[in-house]
């Protein structure tokens, strides 16, 4: 539970930090929008092993790979929530960003943008932060000297859990490179004036 709100706190925090932005700097960040929005047509398409690559490292090895080592030094574990809510506060920035900067057309574009990945991506994230929490818990009530605990087990149970992670995360890179292009260019196409 208090990953979640940890999370929610950092969308809720990158939401708010849209205003400590100087009016120029979002004007700025807005073009570049527009000018990716207008571009998007003639994009590359990304291919199957760019994507996975950039799952492995992205999400997997930088995020929850860092997680599970915070989580395993167990005197890192309050780091864990500290990616978790960067996770949040950059998510949150990029919503208010988008509905902030172009209004009714920047929802419509936030949820073709950011929505479809993050259905697996965020619950991905949560996951893989309440586990890793959960084993540096287990891990510290061992050292402190309560012998009702199986670590072994523990260790196993959130290596599955990563695993079932991690999985999502390369799941939620695909839809990023796949199906939310198409849908931010026919967002853009239908809904956003230029």
């Known amino acids: 539970m208090a990953v979640i709100l940890v999370f929610a706190a950092g969308v809720a925090a990158g939401a708010a930090a849209l205003d400590l932005v100087a009016e120029d700097g979002r004007t700025a960040l807005l073009g ?4 990716l929005i207008d ?7 990304t291919t199957a092993g760019d994507v996975l690559r950039r799952a492995l490292t992205e999400y997997v090895f930088k995020v929850v790979g860092v997680m599970a080592l915070l989580g395993l030094s167990v005197i890192g574990a309050p780091l864990v929530l500290a990616v978790v809510f960067a996770r949040g506060f950059a998510l949150g920035f990029a919503a208010m960003f988008l509905v902030n900067g172009l209004l009714l057309q920047g929802v419509v574009l936030a949820v ?8 697996l991506a965020v619950p991905a994230f949560v996951a893989a932060g309440a586990a890793t929490l959960s084993l540096s818990s287990s891990a510290t009530r061992v050292l402190l ?6 670590l072994p087990q523990q260790v196993v149970a959130t290596g599955l859990v990563l695993a079932f992670c991690c999985i999502a995360l390369v799941g939620a890179a695909f839809i990023e490179a796949y199906v939310s292009p198409v849908l931010i260019h026919t967002t853009a196409r239908f809904f956003v004036t230029r």
């Open 32 to 35: 570049e929008v527009r000018s």
């Open 112 to 119: 073709a943008a950011l929505l479809p990945q993050n259905l």
């Open 39 to 45: 571009t998007a047509d003639g994009r590359a398409r």
């Open 145 to 150: 000297g309560r012998r009702d605990i199986n």
